[in-house]
């Protein structure tokens, strides 16, 4: 019995080891999550500055997984969509207003689209009461008016949107998923025309769309990791990006925010957890963020865009919360 305990004893002290070894580790990694956690709120100030971070709800509830993020032209107010399927709208400083859920008709939201009027373009997809993927058109009260279903091309009845934008005629630019090709659209929905770069003699599926205040058109190919630019005539000027995982290069990019007061671009990287500056020409200017939880850094971002001031609002979806960023003058 002495020996077995001797040995009971012994293995006891292994598991000791064991554990000390793992809690040396976990205090290591700690240390160096503080360390980056430090780091992070330098390293945007080279070229953008934090600001601050919308986190709630306007009953102080938390906002999960927000996959886009729009500013509202007209009042500059700002549209988010988080994955609780609703649309919750904030003042421009930042101040939760109202939301549109279930009860508004807001049962499946992948993104949306504001107009010069006011009126909110809801895509919406499949859902057990409504078979159809389709934009739901609201009014500048938030009312809803009417849906616009797909049809008139090759793969409507399985077109699934994943991106919008309108331009100052009410035309309609929808981005679907993995798609070769952007659809556009008139006001009540008749194809009027489909943009659809090439890449090799091959169409590229296109992800995303964006619009700046002159009418210049951004489509993205997160398969290709480019952005392709048009005139607002949709006749095309350039492209530019480059596919790969190191710096000035495009891994995963999701949208492409466009700052109105110089023309630089901003694009998103889902899988760099980067954002990626460009001149308003497409030349590489600089990128800032990496994977981190501080100000300034991010998990998985989804989504862009730039406010009249040049704020730039990034869908941080991992970290919950969408996050504000300034240039650096």
Request: proline share 4%.
């Amino acid at each position: 019995m002495k020996i077995e305990r001797f040995e009971d004893l012994e293995c006891w002290k292994e598991v000791l080891i064991i554990l000390c070894s793992l809690l040396i580790a976990l205090c290591t990694v700690l240390c160096v999550a503080r360390e980056l956690n430090a780091e992070q709120k330098g390293t945007p100030a080279l070229h953008v500055t934090y600001v601050d971070s919308i986190t709630e709800d306007e009953e102080g509830g938390k906002i999960y997984f927000p996959s886009n993020v729009v500013v509202d032209p007209v009042r500059n107010e700002i549209y988010i969509i988080d994955s609780r399927a609703r649309i919750i709208i904030y003042t421009s400083d930042f101040f939760p207003l109202f939301t549109l859920s279930k009860r508004n008709g807001i049962e499946a939201p992948g993104s949306l689209a504001v107009d010069a009027e006011g009126n909110l373009y809801v895509a919406q997809s499949v859902t057990k009461d409504n078979p159809k993927n389709r934009i739901s058109v609201y009014n500048a009260c938030l009312r809803w008016e009417r849906d616009i279903y797909f049809e008139g091309f090759e793969g409507a009845n399985s077109f699934v949107p994943n991106r919008m934008a309108v331009d100052k005629n009410g035309n309609i630019y929808a981005a679907g998923s993995y798609f070769p090709g952007v659809l556009v659209l008139n006001n009540q929905g008749r194809l009027l025309e489909m943009l659809s770069p090439e890449e090799e003699d091959r169409k590229a599926k296109l992800t995303s769309v964006t619009l700046d205040k002159d009418g210049r058109i951004y489509l993205v190919s997160e398969e290709e990791g480019r952005i392709y630019v048009y005139d607002e005539n949709r006749k095309f000027l350039f492209k530019f990006g480059a596919k790969g995982g190191s710096t000035g290069k495009l891994s995963r990019p999701m949208a492409v925010g466009v700052d109105n007061r110089d023309g630089r671009m901003y694009v998103v990287d889902y899988m760099r957890h980067t954002i990626t500056a460009y001149d308003s020409t497409g030349n590489f200017l600089f990128e800032f963020g990496g994977l981190g939880w501080g100000e300034g850094w991010f998990q998985h971002p989804r989504d862009i865009c730039v406010d009249p001031n040049g704020r730039i609002l990034v869908a941080d979806s991992f970290n919950d919360r969408i996050e504000v960023l300034k240039p650096a003058e």
